[in-house]
């Protein structure tokens, strides 16, 4: 399949006794659409190459759970994009994993030297990500959840959406749990 | 869209992969597509979310949902994944439904987005926010900030003179909140004391307010110091009462 076509839109189960509605050129469009934007945000430099092929790898798998529910009335929007994330996961574990073990091999075969990571930073980073995960621990559980989330990109009202909290107890929980993690850190030596 | 510079570098390091643990301790991806979509019961909710803190695998998985179900940067309905957009909940309609609160999130944070960009900072607490304010920690890094705690952290004080210290710039004026802090997490935070105004570097919690607090429960003090220059900052203490 060219990644630029999004497969035909699927056929009604039999019965039309559908959940949801069916799936339509415009929805494989925007998941592809959506696909692509998420692996330029999160691909890294050295996978930045692969970017098309990654894409790809995940549309295609899409239409292959497709066809394995075909029939089954359940492919909607929501399993369509449930399937492509899962996919995607899967194939950026897998691609990191070979990053892994060509980095271990001491081979160039994702590419030049340029786009592998700058080893240094990346230790830095990583030590700092520790850091964070050692800290965490040490918060009260309510504003480590808060603080978890938050730092994963929801924002203060996601937050207490989703943990159903009012807003202004998210709120501290957030702010609090943000400055106990700093205190951690300084205490700790480490400074963001 | 911009956050606070700290958060980010928090943000950017979280997001850095580990060697993986256990995975056989690892929640499926369909959970960690439903918890993001918040379809989980809140206890499974939380308990992913306890993973999540410990393990960067899940951690990245629960990023890429959420990313899978974010505009693209740019659309007029974005969901700001910034706290700038706290401005605009703690304004609008809670309302369950993802679109509508888009379009309030998406106003809100055109709205906020200059305001929390200058103040870099979480308080909204206030109705009037102040010019400036500056968000401070309470440690070593503390040290360029005017305001700084003298009361160490964690400090366990007599109940008959809580006194809370702290150093200033001359001419700042203070307000001083303090909460009792439910460590099970089960409670929200009660207000114990609030003054507003305070010119002196120091404040006793008067006993009397102390008095539905048990010794050694936790205590969690705000203050915001309004400085001269019309900056103000805001530092944070914990500390227990015999």
């Not at chain 1, 497709?66 to 996919?87: D, I, M, P, V």
């Not at chain 1, 943990?163 to 700790?188: M, Q």
């Not at chain 2, 960009?117 to 304010?133: I, K, M, N, S």
């Amino acid at each position: 399949m060219d990644a630029q076509d999004p497969p035909p839109a699927r056929r009604p189960a039999g019965n039309g006794a559908l959940p949801h509605s069916p799936l339509t050129d415009d929805d494989y469009g925007r998941l592809r659409v959506d696909v692509v934007r998420v692996v330029a945000q999160v691909c890294p430099g050295w996978l930045g190459s692969r970017a098309d092929d990654l894409v790809q790898a995940v549309l295609i798998r899409v239409v292959e759970a497709q066809r394995k529910r075909e029939g089954t009335g359940e492919f909607s929007t929501f399993y369509l994009r449930k399937a492509a994330h899962s996919a995607l996961v899967d194939e950026i574990r897998r691609c990191r994993r070979r990053q892994e073990v060509a980095l271990q091999s001491d081979t160039e075969e994702d590419g030049p030297v340029a786009t592998q990571p700058d080893p240094e930073r990346l230790s830095a980073g990583r030590q700092l990500g520790r850091a964070i995960r050692d800290c965490l621990q040490t918060l009260v559980r309510p504003r480590r959840l808060a603080v978890v989330l938050n730092l994963q990109g929801h924002s203060v009202p996601e937050v207490g959406r989703l943990l159903r909290w009012k807003p202004k107890r998210a709120e501290n929980l957030v702010y609090r749990g943000l400055a106990d993690l700093r205190d951690c850190l300084e205490r700790r030596g480490v400074v963001p | 869209m911009t956050e606070p510079h700290g958060l980010e570098r928090l943000r950017e390091a979280f997001a850095q992969p580990e060697e993986p643990l256990d995975q056989d301790r690892c929640p499926s991806l369909s959970d960690i597509w439903d918890g993001v979509q918040g379809r989980l019961p809140p206890d499974r909710l939380r308990d992913l979310v306890e993973h999540v803190a410990t393990c960067s695998a899940c951690a990245e998985a629960w990023r890429l949902a959420l990313l899978m179900e974010r505009p693209a940067a740019g659309d007029e309905t974005v969901g700001s994944t910034s706290d700038e957009a706290l401005a605009g909940d703690l304004a609008g309609d809670r309302r369950p439904g993802r679109a509508r609160w888009r379009i309030y999130a998406g106003l809100a944070t055109a709205a906020a987005a200059a305001f929390a960009v200058v103040l870099g900072t979480y308080d909204f607490r206030r109705a009037e926010p102040p010019a400036v304010v500056a968000q401070r920690g309470s440690g070593a890094a503390d040290q360029a900030a005017a305001t700084r705690w003298l009361t160490p952290g964690e400090a366990v004080l007599p109940r008959g003179d809580a006194r809370l210290r702290w150093s200033g710039v001359p001419g700042a004026t203070y307000d001083l909140a303090v909460d009792l802090e439910d460590e099970s997490g089960a409670a929200k935070p009660v207000p114990i004391a609030a003054r507003r105004g305070l010119a002196a570097t120091e404040y006793a919690v008067p006993a009397p307010e102390l008095g539905r607090v048990a010794a050694g429960a936790l205590l969690h003090a705000t203050l915001t110091a309004h400085l001269p220059d019309g900056r103000s900052e805001i530092i944070f203490r914990d500390f227990r009462v015999r």
